[in-house]
C-alpha cells in the first residue's frame, strides 16, 4: 500500500468538528469513492483504500448515490 500525506489545516478540522481519526477515515473514503467513480477501480481496491469491506463499501457507495438522488429533488 503507498502512503500519501495531505495537508489539512487544523481550522477545516475544527470547524467540522471532526477529530483527527474521523478526518483520515473521511479522506480515505472519499478518495476510494473518487477512484471508483471517476477512474474506474474496482470494488476491490476501492475497498482496501476506505479501510473497508467490499460490502460495507458497496453499503456506502449506494448510501452516497441515495444523498445524491435526494438533492435532484
Do not use: H
Not at 474521523?22 to 476491490?44: D, H, M, P
Amino acid at each position: 500500500m503507498c502512503n500519501i500525506a495531505v495537508e489539512i489545516p487544523e481550522e477545516v478540522v475544527y470547524d467540522t468538528k471532526m477529530n483527527v481519526a474521523q478526518t483520515q477515515e473521511f479522506i480515505k473514503r472519499q478518495v476510494a469513492l473518487g477512484y471508483y467513480v471517476s477512474q474506474g477501480v474496482s470494488i476491490g481496491y476501492c475497498a482496501q483504500i476506505a479501510g473497508m469491506t467490499k460490502e460495507d463499501f458497496i453499503k456506502f457507495i449506494t448510501g452516497k448515490v441515495f444523498e445524491l438522488n435526494k438533492t435532484w429533488f
